[in-house]
T-cell receptor
Framework: NAGVMQNPRHLVRRRGQEARLRCSPM?????VYWYRQLPEEGLKFMVY????????ESGMPKERFSAEFPKEGPSILRIQQVVRGDSAAYFC??????????FGNGTRLTVT | GDSVTQMEGPVTLSEEAFLTINCTYT??????LFWYVQYPGEGLQLLLK?????DKGSNKGFEATYRKETTSFHLEKGSVQVSDSAVYFC???????????FGGGTRLMVKP
């Protein structure tokens, strides 16, 4: 049973470009969470999604960031017009109802 | 809002030394408490958890006791190994471990 798969592992973008981060949850999991880890800091909650629905996006910046979890395919975290401050590790986690989170290995975004 | 405070690292110990990583929290209601471990280049893995006051979570020689009176969940291990070198995160959340609030993480380095 494959774990949570995130790709790419490393992503380099120039300022102003778009970054798309993908997350395939564990098989059978319908809940997806995105967290951001800034250098030398803990993880900060961004958004919680279920299939085709955003349940809680209280941690998402109001501009440039969006997330989706379509009926088919992976969850996508999109960052438009990236800035240097977006450089971080982005972790996806998945779960089924009332089960612990399983984390992916993260995508490390570097904005140059 | 909810928050978690951990002792700052890095914590550097010799092999077989005793480990304590302090964690205190602020929360409304009665959260569950968790310790996660992050090995270099990887995502977070659940290490242990406790769901109510006076519960003790334990795994791989690590343990932590949910202390409601001191709002603490300190992580301990009697004899650390080099392979325990990692970043440890204290977190609180609902019973299933979703919607987690993380502390800033404590880096542990164990020297042979």
């Amino acid at each position: 049973n494959a774990g949570v798969m995130q790709n790419p592992r490393h992503l380099v973008r120039r300022r102003g470009q778009e970054a798309r981060l993908r997350c395939s949850p564990m098989k059978g999991h319908s809940h997806v969470y995105w967290y951001r880890q800034l250098p030398e800091e803990g993880l900060k909650f961004m958004v919680y999604l279920q299939k085709e629905n955003i349940i809680d996006e209280s941690g998402m910046p109001k501009e440039r960031f969006s997330a989706e979890f379509p009926k088919e395919g992976p969850s996508i975290l999109r960052i438009q017009q990236v800035v240097r401050g977006d450089s971080a590790a982005y972790f996806c986690a998945s779960s089924q109802s009332n089960s612990p989170l399983h984390f992916g290995n993260g995508t490390r975004l570097t904005v140059t | 809002g909810d928050s978690v405070t951990q002792m700052e690292g890095p914590v550097t110990l010799s092999e077989e030394a005793f480990l304590t990583i302090n964690c205190t929290y602020t929360a409304t209601g009665y959260p569950s408490l968790f310790w996660y471990v992050q090995y270099p280049g990887e995502g977070l893995q659940l290490l242990l958890k406790a769901t109510k006051a006076d519960d003790k979570g334990s795994n791989k020689g690590f343990e932590a006791t949910y202390r409601k009176e001191t709002t603490s969940f300190h992580l301990e291990k009697g004899s650390v190994q080099v392979s325990d070198s990692a970043v440890y995160f204290c977190a609180l959340g609902d019973n299933a471990g979703n919607m987690l609030t993380f502390g800033g993480g404590t880096r542990l380095m164990v020297k042979p």
